[in-house]
């Protein structure tokens, strides 16, 4: 089964905010194995000129994980099936770094789908600002949704 | 911007150092831990084998985690990457014994800009596959 195009545009704001942690930033820097003092250590960071330890560049995946319940993969509507799913690309941009002591909101939407080949590949872009609206980051991420182009006149 | 490599001293050609960094399956375990992604195919051989697998693989965000400590440990700052972007173009199928897969990564300085960051090509390579392509970072250096 395709994807559903009408829900291209549609958006999953979190339910609530996400509540940044030094430890959440010391545990994901050890499973990656960055051993940067400026993760761990708060005067390391403010002696660097952060606020507090600042996050790894990756770490804001954790708010796709978070918010799996209400994020646009398991939305009935679209028809996707989880088990065909693989990752394609993934991009963060950064407005400014991810400090201890966040409070982050994020809204993910659907940008895009569009078939390759057999398979279709979603686009969705998540929007992550501070307890104050300003931008924190803007995250792209593509998946591929295997061998469901079949049945489009697209493919 | 506490980094140790200065903007003024890279130039476009600049070579980042080829690193390795070994995966085994208990950074996957520590991983699916600190990311939240429990999917069965990061840990268990059984189910990565029978939906077509090779073997238990890497989560695509690991080794894009793994790539970005080349330029945050070259840099000094993991809060300097403002931009970072990858293609997962293969699995880091990782292997039950005590070698599990090596990772081997390296970086050229594609581009210089005049506001004190620069452009970084990065590639990727678990044994002879080539895992991340289009992988590409922007760097605020000191």
Same mark, same amino acid.
């Given at each position: ?27 994901? &820097? ?13 005067? =390391?960071?403010? =002696? @660097?000129?952060? &606020?507090?330890?600042? @996050? ?11 918010? &799996? =319940? ?14 065909? %799913? ?6 963060? %941009? ?5 400090? =201890? ?47 469901? &182009? ?6 | 911007?506490?980094? +140790? ?24 375990? $520590? ?18 084998? #029978? ?9 695509? $965000?690991? +080794? $894009? ?34 070698? *599990? ?25 678990? *044994? ?13 250096? #000191?």
């Amino acid at each position: 089964m395709p994807l559903n195009r009408d829900y291209v545009g549609r958006q999953y704001p979190a339910d609530e905010p996400y509540e940044v942690s030094r430890e959440k930033i010391r545990s994901f &820097a050890d499973a990656i194995g960055d051993d940067s003092p400026l993760c761990r250590n708060r005067s =390391a960071a403010q =002696a @660097a000129g952060y &606020a507090d330890v600042v @996050a790894p560049p990756t770490f804001l995946t954790v708010l796709n994980f978070r918010y &799996a =319940a209400s994020s646009p993969v398991v939305d009935p509507g679209l028809g996707l099936n989880y088990a065909l %799913v693989v990752h394609g690309e993934q991009r963060f %941009v950064h407005h400014r770094p991810v400090v =201890a002591g966040d409070v982050l909101h994020s809204v993910a939407s659907i940008e895009d789908i569009r078939v390759a080949g057999r398979n279709e590949l979603m686009v969705t872009k998540t929007e992550v600002t501070d307890d104050t609206g300003e931008p924190i980051a803007t995250i792209y991420s593509t998946i591929v949704s295997r061998g469901t &182009a079949g049945s489009t006149r697209e493919g | 911007m506490a980094g +140790t490599v200065k903007h003024a001293d890279i130039e476009v050609g600049t070579e980042i150092p080829e690193r390795s960094f070994p995966v085994q399956r208990v950074n996957l375990v $520590m991983y699916a831990g600190a990311s939240g992604d429990f999917n069965v195919i990061h840990w268990n051989e059984r189910i990565a084998k #029978a939906v077509g697998l090779p073997d238990v693989i890497a989560h695509g $965000m690991f +080794t $894009m985690a793994q790539a970005g400590r080349l330029i945050t440990d070259w840099c000094g700052d993991p809060a300097a990457v403002v931009e970072y972007g990858v293609r997962f173009s293969r699995p880091v199928v990782v292997p039950d014994d005590d070698q *599990g897969a090596t990772l081997t990564v390296s970086g050229v300085v594609e581009d210089k800009r005049d506001d004190g960051t620069v452009v970084v090509a990065i590639t990727a390579r678990s *044994g002879e596959d080539k895992v991340l392509s289009k992988a590409q970072t922007v760097v605020r250096l #000191a």
